[in-house]
């Protein structure tokens, strides 16, 4: 039986200080799993320090360390991608991040999954470090998240995982640009398996992603996957417009009765006014329909996803 080969993408930003520690845990790797084939693909992010140039020696002395060097920093998500898209001979590719909070004596885990017939393995986090603010965002993000889309993502996983050759191609497919990476992978489907693992600190360094930038990660994910708050504009004006047409009956039937409160002139300008409101609401909100699948056409996602068409050499 032919060696599985197994990809392991890493992004890498200004990480020169948990490098050397990185290859070093994955030489280990590779001797005591001498039943893959393995590579690793260091993109450089567009590091300022010297990262690129210590990956760029770890390739030279040892050609399973493949460098793809980035024009400038253009964010995580770009640089999995890129990554991804280079594993072209791999059987699976693991994604993981540089700072090893992200284990790789995990690996064996994931490849075993993997072998045990999932296309996809999640590496969930048993307990996760983070506190105060990012964990309070992390926490909003994941109950909206599950309350606004179609298509769940586990909680406590990240992008540490495994991707088995057709999800790669898959993956690769979408021409998608604001790419949220845990949730097109819960989209493009495929078996997939769960492996627990305890989250680590980081080696060294600091985070490289900002709150910021977390923030509009999170947006990406929210809004890439749910046109919901498009569609609450509409349920918003039918509501508004039903209060106004309450209020007309209300007032009339008042007037009727010859109870008269309100002064002169009062009910038609309330009911005009929510009446109104509503039904302008509602016609944004059919605009919106149509944004909603436009929006969906434009992002381009393949109509379907091929689970298997022919052999398989796990
Ligand atoms: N990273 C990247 N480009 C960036 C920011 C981060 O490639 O613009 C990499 C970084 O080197 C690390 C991974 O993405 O390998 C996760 O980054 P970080 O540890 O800062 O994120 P966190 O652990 O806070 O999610
Ligand atoms: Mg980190």
Redesign the pocket.
């Known amino acids: 039986m032919p060696v599985p080969k197994i990809a392991i993408v890493?992004?890498?930003?200004?990480?020169a200080a948990v490098l050397p520690e990185l290859c070093a845990r994955l030489d280990a790797l590779f001797a005591a799993q001498p039943d893959c084939a393995w590579e690793a693909i260091l993109?450089d992010?567009g590091s300022r320090d010297s990262s690129a140039a210590l990956i760029r020696a770890q390739a030279a002395r040892d050609p399973r360390y493949r460098l793809v060097e980035l024009s400038r920093?253009?964010?995580?998500q770009s640089?999995?991608s890129a990554g991804l898209a280079r594993a072209d001979g791999a059987d699976a590719a693991v994604t993981m991040?540089?700072?090893l909070?992200d284990p790789p004596e995990i690996i064996p885990e994931l490849v075993a999954a993997w072998r045990g017939g999932a296309e996809i393995v999640r590496a969930t986090r048993r307990s996760r470090r983070e506190t105060g603010l990012r964990r309070a965002g992390f926490d909003l993000f994941h109950s909206l998240y599950g309350k606004l889309t179609d298509y769940p993502i586990e909680p406590n996983s990240?992008?540490f995982g495994l991707l088995g050759r057709a999800a790669i191609d898959a993956f690769n497919a979408l021409p998608e640009r604001h790419r949220f990476f845990p949730g097109l992978r819960a989209w493009i489907g495929f078996p997939t398996a769960d492996v627990p693992y305890d989250r680590q600190e980081?080696a060294a360094g600091?985070?490289?992603?900002s709150l910021r930038?977390?923030a509009r990660y999170a947006m990406d994910g929210l809004f890439s996957f749910s046109y919901l708050p498009l569609r609450v504009l509409t349920y918003c004006g039918v509501s508004i417009a039903g209060l106004g047409f309450a209020a007309a009956v209300f007032y009339a039937v008042r007037r009727i009765l010859g109870i008269e409160t309100a002064p002169t002139g009062y009910t038609t300008l309330v009911t005009l006014l929510l009446f109104l409101g509503g039904v302008q609401l509602v016609g944004i909100g059919i605009l919106g329909e149509y944004l909603g699948r436009i929006y969906d056409e434009v992002k381009h996602r393949p109509q379907y996803i091929v689970k298997k068409t022919g052999g398989d050499r796990r």
Do not use: H, K, Y
């Open positions: 890493i992004p890498v930003f200004n990480e993109v992010d920093n253009f964010g995580f640089a999995l991040d540089a700072d909070q990240g992008t980081r600091q985070p490289q992603q930038r977390l």
